[in-house]
């Protein structure tokens, strides 16, 4: 049994108050943002949507960029404006940058720094009992443990997102993560175990891997055990049928490693690398840790090992200082590598990192311009890897029922992430949670064209 040294006294509960839950930003947060409510459920409390009244609001913010800071501020300022006597818990990412680095003022009243997401219950219960503000942060580049906060179902039916990993160390030029989020820390891998197993108890059959920086797993951890290894012991678990990876760096991929993944049946092809720019004066900027080549490279790699694998990034355009050279050079690279999907993020300054002091900072429409070529580009090479399954046989994870005019259909995805349709002909069949074999067809789904499945018979 995994010792959680954030739960709540037991005597606590709710007393029948409502609590409603938002959620700002990436993976991870949400992971978290899970592992409060049901932290809450488990309280007693009686979860209602966000736009409803509710006694405690929680908002788990996000500081990614300076809109995200907005975002964070605004979603607070509603949380009061619905209710003003609501306790408003103000969590996460915006909480720690605005107060340990900048030493902002937030409108809340109580605030939970990263790594402190698990004692919300405790902290809710001191509110209630002191009824004065409660503020709980800490240094977070001085932590060096993992913060358990556990989750025991997964809000989605088919697949759960899995918090194995938190902090970074790359302290790339645009990114405020590092002073948000902390040092790398990981998660051991019979905590993970244990997590993994009352999820596949409920029914979960696809395990979606995550963290700030994943491919740093392990690195903080005295066992020497890394990624593969996690990888390894979590398709050992009886029902788990697929596992999915988070976003990787470039620098994990390499022959051995790749090789190791390729025989792990339950290892979905669908990789995330993470590029940001196509050209080399760029990514130097950037301070990302590799050349344009060597990312060419380590997808290469990838091709190799896996047949006709998922590869998706991340892309972004109007760095300080980008040419229209040095743009043209990214857009060449990503027209040679065609990719399955290229995520387009045009940039946006982040005070406290040391993109936003560099010169030569691109205007809004520029950016605008820039973004809009390659999402184009995105496009046609999404529809050129999705046309390449069209007759082949997959297997698709089904998740739910949906209606497209008159008609109905199943849909779910193949380990590659392609989604795909299947009319629903039968009202007593349930595909919810199942996994079936069959072809892809280039079929309609009522108004659209989409990727229609027909099961092997």
Known sequence: MIKDEHVADPGFSGHGRTAALHNLGCKVNSYETE???????????RIVDFEQAADVYVINTCSVTNIADRKSRQMLHRAKKRNPDAVVVAAGCYVQTALEKTGLSIDADIILGNDRKGKLCDVLEQYFREKKPVSELISIEKSRSFEETPICCSFEHTRAFLKVQDGCNQFCSYCIIPYA????????????????????????LEIVLTGIHLSS????????YGLLELIRAVSRIPGVQRIRLGSLEPGIIDPDFVGALAQIPSVCPHFHLSLQSGCDSVLKRMNRRYTAREYEEKCALLRQAFDHPALTTDVIVGFPGETEEEFGQTRAFLEKLSLYETH?????????????????????????????????????????YEEYWTGKKVQVLFEEKVFSGTSRYWTG???EYVRVYMPAEDDAADYTNRICSGIITDEC????????FRIET
């Not at 049901?38 to 007693?44: D, I, N, R, S, T």
């Not at 820390?185 to 175990?193: D, T």
């Not at 797993?217 to 020497?224: F, Q, R, V």
Request: net charge positive; proline share 2%; hydrophobic share 25%.
């Open 35 to 45: 592992a409060m409510q049901q932290q809450l459920e488990q309280a007693g409390y």
């Open 181 to 204: 989020r902390g040092r790398i820390r990981s998660r051991s891998i019979p905590a993970v175990e244990e997590e993994v197993r009352k999820l596949t108890g409920t029914g979960i």
């Open 217 to 224: 797993y392990g690195k903080d951890l005295s066992d020497g």
């Open 344 to 384: 387009i993020f045009k940039y946006s300054r982040r005070e406290g990192t040391a993109a936003a002091r560099m010169k030569g900072q691109i205007p809004e429409s520029e950016k605008t311009v820039r973004s809009d070529i390659l999402l184009n580009l995105g496009r046609k090479n999404k529809a050129r």
């Open 413 to 415: 995805y193949t380990k």
């Open 445 to 452: 789904c009522g108004d659209e064209k989409v990727h229609n």
